[in-house]
Structure formats: C-alpha cells, structure tokens
C-alpha cells in the first residue's frame, strides 16, 4: 500500500473513533451481569450503573444471566457487537473458569477490552445462628467433631464463595459439604433459611443479615480487617496465618470496541468510583474502591488466572 494512501486510511479511522466517541452513548447501554440480584455483583453494578446512567443522560439496563458459574453471561458479552452498548461486570470468578472449566465459549483474554477493575470486597466467613461456634476456632473443632455432617453454601462451583471455603478446608483439615448455587443472592438465602450453616460469602450479601441477627458473622477472609465490619477478625489472626481471599469486580467490553470508547467508558468508571456519592453508598457494604487503566486490569486479569490456577489444580477441582 502506498504510504500516503495509508496514512490517509489511518487517518480517516482515527477520525471514525474519535467521531464515535463524541457520538456515544445515543441509545441504552446493557450491562450484562453473569449472577442473579442480590449478591454483591448485581449489587455493585446496580449502584454504578445508576449513575452512569444520569451521567450519561442514557437508560442503563441491567440484563441478569446467571448459570455455569458466570460463564453464560461472559459467553453472551463477549459476542455482542464491539459497540460500547454492551459490557460485563466481570468479577474473580472469570478468572477462575479458566482454569476450573476444562471448555469455555469465550476468552477471558483474547475476547475481551478490559475496561478497568472497580472494586474489591472480603468474604465473610457467616454461620447459621443455629451454629454452636462463635470464633473461627470453635467453628473448627465443631467441623473435626462432625466430619462431613456441616455443609457451606457458595455462589456457584469455581466462585470465590467456592475456592474461599476449598482454601479454608485445605488449610485447617476440616471436613465441609461443598454445595453450590446459582449466585451469592440464593447462597445467602439458604443461609438463612437453614438449608446451609456455613458460607463465605460477598460482604455486601451478608452485612445486612449480620446487622439484623438472621446471620453470625465469624471472620473476613481478607488479609487485613474491613472497614465496613472492623469488628471483624481475619481468618488468618484467627488461628489460620496466610490464609487470604478476596472478590474483585470489574468491568469489560467485547473484544474490538473502539479504543476512543473504552478510554471514555474507563474515565467515567473512575469518577463514579472517586465520587464522595458513590463511596458513600457502598463503603457500609465492604466494597473498596479500586481502579485504573484498561493495561492495568488487563495485566491484573491474567495475574488473577496464575493465581487461582495454582488454586485449582492444587484442589483437584473440576466443573465439568
């Protein structure tokens, strides 16, 4: 190709993007979120969602896709037009499917635009109030007295609800009934109903039930306390030292939107995060702000799957 032609062409796409970006959004933006209402991700992406919406001046519609451990919502995100008006609200789970599902119908790396990550938060270690442990060591000699007789709930096979509670056996030797749902929303409901005893579920899932007595807290499994529940041990000063895990959520669009488009979605994620409003609203719930540039998430991304890999493999654990 001629040189001059060639700079034209990539001068007319540079203003095609740029002309795009000024343009969006002109119509609603769908905000796939791979977990049913209730637990922390629909949480999260309602509260920001919200106010993209009237800072965009656009309607923000939250389409729920729960079912194979977040995978349905990713494979339905990933291909969607690489527009700007169709993005995930990924969280660690993603990073854990890699690894977790011998198959997927997406890339975690290659399908996706990383956008930037928004947020972390602890799981809470919670009981059943009917539940004899108080402290996370009582909780420990009860499970050794009964030895596959105490069942944990989690948001889905391969959730960090999953792995956290996996984590937690491997290290203290306890022997817990693994059983899964569809998302934290219904995990936390057989909490409470009894259908469970034990769960580390999403602080923002939990914190209200523990307010209210439905649910006893025991421990954060973050290596530091959280604000939201300072009153809170962590597991590790709990009597298990190194133990650590935590849930990130982030957002992602479709491989191939726009660079001009994610630039702009990653500014206005940003100020809603940095916004006293939005701090605000979701530091009782445990969420911690926590962003940066699409090259950020997209090397924290691959960090995540390194990571819970060695989990995974270590547990023998399988989805599919």
Same mark, same amino acid.
């Given at each position: 190709m001629d040189y001059?032609? $060639?700079?034209?062409?990539?001068?007319? &796409?540079?203003?095609?993007?740029?002309?795009?970006? !000024? =343009?969006?959004?002109?119509?609603?933006?769908?905000?796939? &979120? #791979?977990?049913?209402?209730?637990?922390g991700t629909d949480t999260l992406a309602r509260i920001v969602g919200q106010k993209l919406g009237q800072d965009f001046g656009q309607t923000i519609?939250? =389409?729920?896709?729960? $079912?194979a451990g977040a995978n349905i919502g990713a494979d339905i995100a990933a291909h969607? #037009?690489? =527009?700007? %008006?169709?993005?995930?609200?990924?969280?660690?789970?993603?990073?854990? +499917?890699?690894?977790?599902?011998?198959k997927l119908g997406y890339d975690l790396v290659k399908d996706?635009?990383?956008?930037? *990550?928004?947020?972390?938060?602890?799981?809470? *270690?919670?009981?059943?109030?009917?539940?004899?442990?108080?402290?996370? !060591?009582? *909780?420990?000699?009860?499970?050794?007295?009964?030895?596959?007789? &105490? +069942?944990?709930? /989690? /948001?889905?096979? $391969?959730?960090?609800?999953?792995?956290?509670?996996? &984590?937690?056996?491997t290290m203290t030797g306890v022997n817990l009934v693994h059983v899964p749902y569809k998302g934290g929303g219904p995990a936390v409901t057989s909490l409470i109903a009894g259908e469970t005893v034990v769960g580390f579920a999403t602080a923002p899932s939990v914190l209200p039930h523990v307010k209210s007595g439905k649910l006893r807290a025991l421990a954060v499994t973050s290596a530091k306390r959280s604000a939201a529940a300072a009153e809170l041990p962590t597991i590790a000063e709990?009597?298990?030292? $190194?133990?650590?895990? +935590?849930?990130? %959520? @982030?957002?992602?669009?479709p491989r191939g939107?726009?660079?001009?488009?994610?630039?702009?979605? +990653? @500014?206005?994620?940003?100020?809603?995060?940095?916004?006293p409003e939005i701090r605000e609203r979701i530091a009782p719930l445990g969420y911690e702000p926590d962003t940066g540039t699409p090259q950020q998430f997209a090397a924290y991304i691959k960090s995540e799957i390194a990571k819970w890999g060695k989990v995974v493999k270590a547990a023998g654990i399988h989805a599919d």
């Open positions: 001059r032609a $060639g700079c034209c062409c990539a001068l007319l &796409l540079a203003g095609a993007f740029s002309a795009a970006a !000024q =343009d969006y959004p002109s119509k609603p933006i769908r905000f796939v &979120l #791979p977990f049913p209402p209730g637990g519609v939250m =389409d729920n896709r729960p $079912g969607a #037009p690489a =527009d700007g %008006y169709t993005l995930l609200m990924g969280n660690v789970a993603h990073a854990v +499917n890699v690894t977790l599902y011998r996706f635009a990383p956008i930037t *990550l928004l947020a972390s938060t602890p799981n809470i *270690l919670v009981v059943h109030p009917s539940v004899a442990a108080k402290s996370v !060591q009582e *909780l420990i000699a009860l499970a050794k007295s009964k030895p596959g007789q &105490l +069942n944990y709930a /989690s /948001s889905g096979s $391969g959730s960090s609800s999953h792995l956290a509670g996996e &984590l937690f056996k709990s009597g298990v030292p $190194g133990y650590e895990a +935590n849930t990130w %959520y @982030g957002v992602l669009a939107t726009p660079a001009a488009i994610i630039a702009r979605l +990653n @500014g206005e994620f940003i100020a809603i995060m940095q916004s």
